[in-house]
């Protein structure tokens, strides 16, 4: 039988199901977080340490934009850490070889792109799923990326491109500063555009989204690039940051991704998302390991502590769906 609802009205600010609807308790707990290791441990309201934290909050950020777009519509993109390393890499490899900075940085990111239009080709064409689809992607762009690392010996980065992470506008990051205006252009872009709108029905139904005429295979594929893309440039950012090629640069940042923007009212099951709520999860997420620092607990547990978020994320998303059902 033919679906007859009817398609969002464009008129209509977007919202998806349950956007915006953890923010407030999640900004509460996060703030929470902060006050306690704030009055128990004395280093961590360091201005240093503050500063640090929000550092590599706003670069894994870059990381999980269009990452959380692909969740809207129900599928999901365990590439990113791959494809943040090979983009990072690759660039600081072009430089080394005596590329410019822009030359560099443009051809990792159209690597980058490619991946992600791979991704999401094959998803849309031949109706791969997109967790098993990605996890061979994850395996195949690492090697890639490690096999660069490897090549470069040690070397380090040109001195101009190390600077980069480091640039300051008002003394404050380049980065921090990307962070708040993205979340303020996702705000605008989740409450008044069509093509957000879209995304959440392709997440809630997609053959209904299909027969109300949205093009559900260009917004897929468009998606994945967007999340290949931003992963890349967060790559860039990251590969300044630590100077030299690491081969375990971006390892386990897909699973930091899931949990983060899982927590920021993101759903497995698609339909809604808020890249406001995932960048508060990144935050938690980074203020519950700096703590585990401060408290001196052994760093191999952090990957214990994501582990555990992240099964008890998943499983609180599938309660919840269950019972929406």
């Not at 990051?173 to 879209?198: E, P």
Request: proline share 2%; net charge positive; charged share 15%.
């Amino acid at each position: 039988m033919t679906d007859t609802r009817p398609a969002p009205q464009d008129s209509k600010p977007a919202r998806s199901p349950g956007f915006g609807a953890n923010i407030l308790p999640l900004a509460v707990i996060t703030l929470a977080i902060f006050a306690f290791l704030a009055l128990t441990r004395e280093n961590f309201a360091t201005a240093q340490n503050l500063n640090s934290i929000l550092f590599g909050v706003s670069i894994d950020f870059l990381a999980i934009v269009g990452f959380t777009y692909v969740m809207v519509m129900r599928e999901i993109d365990l590439s990113v850490g791959s494809v943040f390393a090979l983009t990072g890499t690759l660039t600081g490899a072009l430089l080394v070889s005596g590329w410019g900075f822009w030359p560099a940085a443009g051809l990792a990111l159209a690597v980058a792109a490619f991946i992600g239009f791979v991704n999401g080709f094959l998803v849309v064409r031949f109706n791969i799923n997109s967790l098993m689809l990605t996890i061979g992607t994850m395996l195949l762009v690492r090697g890639l990326a490690n096999v660069l690392a490897n090549g470069l010996g040690g070397q380090t980065y040109p001195r101009e491109f190390r600077q980069l992470a480091r640039t300051n506008i008002f003394d404050i990051r380049l980065t921090v500063i990307l962070m708040v205006v993205l979340v303020l252009l996702a705000w605008a872009f989740q409450r008044r555009s069509a093509l957000f709108r879209r995304m959440c029905f392709i997440g809630e139904n997609v053959k209904s989204a299909t027969v109300h005429g949205i093009r559900v295979g260009r917004i897929r594929i468009l998606a994945f690039m967007a999340s290949a893309m931003t992963a890349g440039l967060a790559g860039i950012f990251t590969a300044s940051r630590i100077t030299s090629a690491d081969v375990r640069m971006g390892l386990g940042l897909e699973f930091v991704m899931v949990t983060a923007a899982i927590i920021g009212g993101a759903s497995l099951y698609g339909g809604k998302g808020d890249l406001r709520g995932s960048a508060l999860g990144l935050l938690l997420l980074a203020l519950v390991l700096n703590g585990m620092i401060m408290y001196d607990v052994e760093p191999v547990f952090q990957q214990f502590v994501i582990g555990f978020l992240l099964i008890v994320t998943v499983a609180f998303d599938t309660v919840m769906n269950r019972r929406r059902g």
